[in-house]
């Protein structure tokens, strides 16, 4: 299972892809959004991992562009942005789970296994 | 042997010259080595911090107790600041089993130590980077020391230890409203706001006395705090707050309001709305957009006719085209003896997109 992280903190970034390769997954790394619209259309990575805040495209705008483009894998919006407006629009352009940091990174790897119907 | 004099004279002055501007250059190549030797320095040792921090979450602490490689830096001034800091910024990341580890960290390191060192000193950035430490860390022992920097004589001292006090003890820690003369920043409004994760009923009397601070500052934040929770309970208080002399606590109130709106509200706002400024009357007509409650079209269709202000009109006509008031807009067009300005504001409404 091909996962992408999209964040431009570097130890969340490192946490996280530790976390997912120790878990057995693949994983491909961006740190800014215009990287990461292209990677998913490239690699096509099962499920999406993206903060909100980031250089050249935010993750609404990731999240836009793969509904133009038609390409659907599982999103996971994680965010220091928790407030009401950003969580449903995240929601409304398809992101398939929200979390608010401060994270904890167990949960996300459970949040993302149960996406991906993975034990 | 005048002319001698002179010529050599000023070779000495030129000499002289180009030796001082030599000197300088040396200084400034000195001074860019050494800050690009920091910059350098900073980038290797933020990826050393972060990749034992990221193992330390990864594999737990043991991974990198008795680190010969931090501990070797940790001698260096520079070094420790930088530690501090990522630890304290790493609050903001992560919850949970990782944020345990780095309080491991913090103390398996000695960062409590410099935290301590920090807090006594005259110094107030250092100061301000010890009460952030103890908060990020949750170290309750400082508790004491954090709560005398609340009367502090520096500001973003009397800040951190504000958000400190509600991180430790979540509404409690907002005691500190009862008796604050200052301004609550918009930024520390919305940190204060992200920290509290309940209000438990038996602090009602607090809000209410809140409600009615002679501080401005201190209403405004209550206001959010209701807000935030929708606490309905202090409808009536924020009522009355429509005839606060502060033109922000009216328009404050307003949001507020409409955020914890009963059936009555509509009646109410629009009673209020005579005698209000412009920008309360148009914060009544979003909040009227945001509800879309019919019962206030004939309202609205009496101020796009009568309203002065033409940015009201302009509101009200977007807020009648958002509530489908499509063919009233446009039999307004019809009308002959419809005037000039209205004209304009009902065609913008009916060609903007919203």
């Known amino acids: 299972m091909l996962i992408l992280i999209a964040e431009d903190d570097e130890l969340i970034l490192k946490t996280i892809e530790h976390k997912l390769l120790k878990e057995g997954f693949e994983v491909i790394l961006t740190r800014n959004g215009k990287d990461a619209i292209s990677m998913i259309e490239e690699k096509k990575p099962d499920l999406v991992v993206t903060d909100i805040m980031m250089p050249f495209a935010s993750g609404i705008e990731i999240l836009s562009a793969l509904q133009e483009k038609e ?3 599982y999103v996971i919006v994680l965010s220091s942005m928790g407030q009401e407006g950003v969580v449903l629009e995240a929601f409304n352009l398809g992101a398939s789970d929200f979390m608010v940091k401060p994270f904890s990174p167990n949960e996300l790897v459970l949040r993302i296994k149960r996406l991906l119907r993975i034990k | 042997m005048i002319c001698a004099i002179t010529v050599q004279g000023l070779t000495y002055l030129f000499l002289g010259l180009l030796t001082i501007v030599l000197v300088l250059i040396i200084l400034v190549l000195l001074y860019g080595y050494r800050n690009y030797q920091l910059i350098h320095n900073r980038q290797s040792w933020e990826n050393l911090i972060e990749d034992k921090i990221s193992l330390a979450i990864l594999e737990g602490i043991e991974a990198i107790r008795d680190d010969k490689e931090i501990i070797k830096l940790l001698g260096i001034e520079d070094f420790q600041r930088l530690f501090l800091s990522i630890l304290i910024a790493s609050d903001q990341k992560f919850s949970g089993d990782a944020h345990r ?5 913090f103390y398996e390191y000695k960062m409590d130590a410099l935290a301590w060192k920090k807090v006594k000193s005259q110094d107030i950035f250092k100061n301000v980077r010890a009460i952030q430490a103890f908060t990020a860390m949750d170290v309750e022992e400082a508790i004491p020391e954090i709560l005398s920097f609340l009367t502090h004589k520096d500001a973003r001292i009397r800040s951190e230890a504000q958000y400190s006090m509600v991180r430790f003890k979540d509404f409690r820690g907002l005691e500190f409203l009862n008796s604050f003369d200052g301004i609550i920043s918009n930024w520390q409004k919305i940190r204060l706001l992200k920290a509290i994760s309940e209000v438990p009923n038996q602090h009602y009397d607090q ?13 405004a934040f209550t206001l959010q705090l209701v807000k935030k929770f929708r606490l309905s309970f ?9 005839n606060h002399t502060d033109l922000n606590i009216r328009v404050y109130a307003v949001q ?4 914890i709106e009963n059936e009555s509200t509509l009646s109410e706002m629009i009673r209020y709305y005579p005698t209000q400024c412009s920008l309360v009357q148009l914060t009544i007509i979003s909040g009227i957009r945001k509800s879309k409650n019919y019962d206030s079209i004939s ?12 940015t009201i ?3 009200v006509a977007e807020t009648l085209m958002s509530m489908g008031q499509v063919s009233y807009l446009k039999n307004i067009l019809e009308v002959p003896t419809t005037s000039e300005p209205i004209r304009q504001v009902v065609r913008h409404a009916l060609a903007v997109k919203l």
């Open chain 2, 234 to 242: 202090f409808y009536d208080d924020i009522i009355l707050l429509l």
């Open chain 2, 256 to 259: 507020t309001l409409q955020s």
């Open chain 2, 207 to 219: 809000i209410s006395t809140w409600l009615k601070h002679s501080n401005s500052s201190v209403v």
């Open chain 2, 101 to 105: 580890i780095l309080v491991q960290i």
């Open chain 2, 299 to 310: 309202f609205l269709e009496n101020e796009l006719i009568n309203a002065r202000d033409v």
């Open chain 2, 313 to 315: 009109r302009v509101s």
């Open chain 1, 71 to 73: 390409v659907s894998p």
